[in-house]
């Protein structure tokens, strides 16, 4: 089916049934075909999804393999590794706190939590929460940002702290966003200074038991012998068993927590319901901060904040494996989804953002158009290029686009940008051409493209491109001084 063909057919489903893309059966359908797309396209060993509206479960499914020696498939009810997403129970558990009136995000951390080193006295509660604190990490990092498997961590979180004393902040704060895992160190000890038990110990009696999460752990030693998925990393376009990092005791609030997908549905579930945390103190909690600079951080109370369309969206990832998105339109009192996206690895180490958002393009590209085209854009980029293929398809989209046209510029070069990054250059090149047809007067979309063709090593068409942006953007800069 061509690219033009498949967006035409999901918009105009998506005007036939208002509220919902597809009958119950079709939906089920669409996704698990979504799913093996995805696992082709990006090389996911194994993956589970849910989707939900409103709190009823839309569709549940897995696709691939918990193991892929022994080509073990993968159900719903296998154990996952979550990784960062066990900073949403720490986010909810301060979030509760708060409610309460025990915690004030704008008290300074210090208040509540003894021994930090002198230079974090004075930063917030708010700052370590949103990731604007500017405190370095506690461990050393490989290139791909995780920890190394062969470090020794120190002993408790006493020595975490001594051992940074001297280190200085990486940037004043409040005045940017760098995500560490030292902030929610911070805000487990806080937690546990406050109800005075180990952290592992609160999560269990005020979310994991209190919600009946029976396939729930924090840590790998108690995990059961069967039913957990094997992780799998990409190199060179394979995939490679990884083998999880054994995090202290003390990380677990930022790391080691194993679910299934049933148990995060009813988290997330009871989370946007107000069953942990009322609705009026999500909402307002759920607003994205604004730094010192003037622009918008990316956290919001912990949870990745953004916009989709007319939706506000929070979340977050587990790095490039699994990610759950809560999306609502001004209060949680009707119309909100929920997206849980895991995955064991892929090939390509594609982000997980990418995959939930070709979720919500099946799932209801009325609501969500920029995810719907995003998706629809991978598409074209992988099909075989035809002589006055860019035209045709810049024509069709720009016929049912139903965006503005700096979102349309927007999207289309941040869809380029992705799948270069999860897909290669050249795929990634046939986006940038089209960002050109749409719009051959943006510098910026001529200038995408000369970098994909840098990157790609033919560097008298990057030249002559960015020669070319430079020129456009002269122009526009002589035209708003008229």
Known sequence: MTFRRTLTMLLALALLLPGAAFADEALSAALTRQMEVNR?????????LLVAHNGEVLFRGADGEADAARHERVTADHVFAAYSLSKLFVSILIMQLVEQGQVD??????????????AWQTIRVREFLDHTSGVPEYFAQRQDGAASTAMAFPKDLPAVFASLADTPLQFATGTDTRYTQSNFLVLTALLEAHYGKPYAQIADERIVRKLQLGHTWLGPATLPKQGVVRSYVGKDGRLVPEQDIDWPDYAHGHAG????????????????????VGKATLRRLWQPRTLANG???GFAAGWEYGESGTYRQVGHDGGTRVRVRVLFQGSLDGDVYVFAYLTNGSAKNVWSRVLVGSAMAVAAPDRFPVETLFEALVGYALQAPAKGDASAQAGSI????GLSDAD?????????????????VEPALRVFELNTVFFPDSSNAWDSLAEAHAAQGNQDKAKALYEKARRLAERAKAGKKR
């Not at 082709?40 to 589970?48: F, L």
Request: glycine content about 12%; charged content about 25%; aromatic content about 8%.
């Open 40 to 48: 082709q396209r990006y090389g996911i060993a194994g993956q589970a």
């Open 105 to 118: 995000l704008d008290r300074p951390a210090s208040a509540y939590v003894p021994g930090l080193p002198k």
């Open 257 to 276: 927590l194993y679910l299934t997908l049933d148990d995060l549905g009813r988290f997330l579930k009871a989370v946007t319901s107000g069953e942990l």
């Open 295 to 297: 622009r918008l951080g």
């Open 398 to 401: 720009r016929a049912n686009r």
């Open 408 to 424: 349309l510029e927007r999207t289309v070069n941040a869809t380029g940008y992705a799948i270069r990054e999860n897909l290669g």
